[in-house]
């Protein structure tokens, strides 16, 4: 399938890279391999969209983040188990 490149409007593909998050208490910040991402061939632009996003700040809000390493995958982060069913402060939805 193809998609769109949010930031040239150029042909882009499906890939993965590494990401640095950090915690939502601000106490430090996580690699995480294997993310989801957009690849752009035409801007190199790597990006991840919006819903990649919100997966990743929910999860590290549901989670005992002191239980993360300092490197971590993606699958592996979003099997975690969450403390709570859903993120009650999110009100966009």
Do not use: H
């Not at 990006?47 to 809000?61: A, C, H, P, S, V």
């Not at 549901?62 to 239980?67: I, N, Q, S, W």
Request: proline share 3%; glycine share 6%.
């Amino acid at each position: 399938m193809d998609i769109s490149c949010e930031w040239c409007g150029g042909k882009a593909s499906n890939g993965e890279n590494t990401v640095y998050w950090e915690l939502p208490d601000g106490s430090r910040a996580i690699e995480i391999t294997m993310t989801p991402a957009v690849d752009c061939g035409e801007c190199e632009m790597v990006y991840q969209n919006e819903d990649i996003i919100k997966e990743i700040e929910d999860q590290l809000f549901l989670v005992d983040t002191k239980k993360i390493s300092s490197s971590v995958g993606f699958k592996e982060l979003m099997e975690l188990p969450r403390l709570l069913k859903r993120n009650y402060f999110d009100f966009s939805s």
